[in-house]
Each structure stands twice: as structure tokens, then as C-alpha cells.
């Protein structure tokens, strides 16, 4: 999903995805008056894409919950644990969906960074190659961030927007930490890239623009 609209039919909210999306299509998506009769459903690969991406999220999620006891976590589903306006700051927040004047969106994972929160979001495709000069972490230690000798980022600009994007957010929600920087776990691997966990990869840490 890439926009929502407000009980107020004047306001949209825009998602991270319109960023790298035609202009035209993100317009027709938040026009109430465009003919969506038209419109095409998923095919089968990008369904099983999805599918595949789910497991993967899932496993991530799950791992990150095995190294945090209950009470410094929190899920945000259905029925949230959690809100903005919570006067708790957990250290660990789990598919958290907010809303700022316009601006939404469904972040994977908040990690609590002292003075606010730092996004994390998790892809399906790898974000590191073998190099040097990468900023990385384990999901065991996540923000004991250092700086690679065998890997480098691999360039993915979406997921930079969309960390902007939600950095942004969090910015305008007064949740975003002073430290401009967001987390991406992707998958797969490379020979000469040693993996934490098998299936996960490392977490790599890059700045928005």
C-alpha cells in the first residue's frame, strides 16, 4: 500500500513506496474518483515473492524477540501493546504502524537509541557484497554498529528512501533519535561473507539522504 486516506477526504498520506513509483500512478491510487475496475491483480511470481519475504520477515522478527525479554518489547498488531502516545519507550518495537499529518507507514522494526528511535526495515534481497567500509551489526547486538573489513553496501537506493521516509516520520511524530542513520537486514550471502544467523545476514546501517 502506498497511500492512505484520512477521514478527511482533502488529506492523503503518502507511503514510502510513491518515492520511487510513477508519479501518474501514485496520483490515480489517491484520486477517490479513478476507475479502479481495471486495475490488474498480482501475478503468481510477485505473489510468491511476497510469500517468500513473509517467512524471512517472520524469522527476523523472531530472532530479534529471542534476544530481549518481554517487558523491553512489544508487538504493534491488531491489538497494539504499544502507541506514540505511551509514555513507555521499549527497547525493541515490532511492526508499528504510524501516521503523521502526511506522511504513514508500517516499519518493520524500532530499535530505542537512548534519545529516540532508529528504523529498521527488512528487504528480501542482499544488501552487502564483499568490500570494506561497511557500517554493520548482528541482530545480537544491534546497535553495536563497527565499520566492515570484508564487506561493503550493496547500492539499493529504494531502501534508502524508504528509511528516509520513515526517519522523517519519526521526525515529525517526535520518536526520531538525533542519530540519522537506519538499518536494513536483507538476505542471501556471498562466499567470503561470514553469516551471524543461517538464512538472516547481517544488519547494514546507512545514513538517509
Known sequence: MTQNVSDDAQTVRLGPSVASR?????????????????????????QLRMSDLARHREEVLSRFQEQLPPRDSADCG???????????????????????????????????????YLPVIIRGHR????GAGASVSTLRDPLGIEISSNRKLRPQPRDVMVLAHFA???AELGLGSTRAMGGVIGRGGRPGIPRPFPGTGWMAWVPPP
Open 22 to 46: 510513477c508519479r501518474r500512478r501514485v496520483h490515480l491510487d489517491g484520486d477517490p474518483a479513478a476507475d479502479r475496475s481495471a486495475k490488474t491483480l498480482p501475478d503468481s511470481t510477485f
Open 78 to 116: 491488531e491489538e497494539p501493546q504499544w502507541t506514540p502516545q505511551s509514555l513507555e519507550r521499549p527497547a525493541l518495537l515490532r511492526g508499528i504502524t504510524l501516521r503523521s499529518q502526511h506522511r504513514y507507514g508500517v516499519i518493520d522494526v524500532l530499535l530505542w537509541n537512548g534519545d529516540g
Open 127 to 130: 544488501t552487502l557484497d564483499v
Open 168 to 170: 522523517r516520520l519519526l
